[in-house]
């Protein structure tokens, strides 16, 4: 053995050996973290699309809609009309039918008069099918109805004023030479497709007075009074709609009416009706 190239001992061959580093040191982590961003990234990608999508596809059926009443019922290009589509849109285009769609407008010209007008229209079907139900609001406030009982021969429409339940109208009976002013409540009701205006109590000369004792006053001459007044509206409005109800509530008279889904698909329907002659 020489002592410029000592020799080292041979390792004990029953000793165990383990390779290892510092003991001290913390295990390897593997790094996630790239793939999380990258999953968010991808999730905030599929909500942008989703918005997106949703804004385009609401903007496009609202537009279709607008264009399509403007058209079909022969509105003003610049006619105001605001459309509401509850929920995801998406999803019901998807399903092919609107779960439920509001259309209102106001002053919508009606031949000579306006009046504000709410459409409301469940599981419409997109490819032009029938409905589970529609209906409509047609609203005149008191210069609406004036306008539309000036109409009527011999009503005297510069008097009416709303007064919820009735509307309130002054004639003039004339007994020889004497006129008499009596007011009238007429109480609206829908029958036959008209809204019809029946008296309900005659105020004269501060005091109420019955029928029975106007005809006894003023003889024939009270039937001026005492009768009822057919306002047809059917001329103004698609033969799709049918008036079920109408009614005044604080300062307008409100007409209610079911439409059926056939407008959509039959240009029949779509068209004006016909008063009675």
């Known amino acids: 053995m020489s002592d410029q190239h000592p020799t080292l001992p041979l390792p004990d061959p029953g000793a165990r050996w383990v390779l290892s580093t510092d003991a001290s040191a913390p295990p390897a982590r593997k790094r996630r973290w790239p793939w999380l961003v990258a999953l968010i990234v991808v ?21 279709t809609i607008r264009e399509q009443i403007t058209t079909q019922l022969s509105l003003p290009a610049d006619q105001q009309i605001d459309i509401d589509i509850p ?22 010209p009606l031949r000579g008069v306006t009046a504000d007008i709410t459409v409301t229209a469940q599981d419409v079907n997109i490819h032009g099918g029938d409905w589970s139900g529609g209906y409509a609001t047609v ?7 004036q306008a539309l009982l000036a109409e009527i021969d011999g009503f005297p429409a510069t008097t009416v ?21 009596v007011g009238v409540a007429l109480t609206p009701t829908a029958s036959g497709g008209d809204i019809v205006l029946s008296p309900s109590s005659l105020p004269v000369a501060g005091a109420e007075i019955s029928a029975d004792a106007l005809r006894q006053q003023f003889g024939a001459i009270a ?18 709609l049918e008036l079920t109800g109408v009614g005044v509530k604080r300062d307008s008279i409100v007409a209610d009416f079911e439409i059926d889904s056939a407008i959509v698909t039959d240009p029949s329907r779509r068209e004006l009706g016909a008063c009675a002659a």
Not at 223 to 240: K, N
């Open 87 to 108: 929920g995801p849109i998406l999803p019901q285009l998807i399903v092919g039918s609107l779960a439920d769609v509001t259309i209102s407008s106001d002053d919508v």
């Open 223 to 240: 039937s001026t009074v005492l009768r009822d007044w057919d306002v047809c509206i059917a001329d103004r409005l698609p033969r799709a």
């Open 161 to 181: 004023t709303l007064d919820a339940p009735d509307i309130a109208a002054d004639f003039e009976l004339q007994l020889f030479a004497l006129k008499v002013p």
């Open 139 to 145: 609203t005149l406030d008191q210069t609406q109805v």
């Open 43 to 63: 999730a905030l990608l599929a909500i942008a699309a989703w918005f997106a999508g949703e804004y385009i596809a609401r903007g496009i059926v609202e537009r």
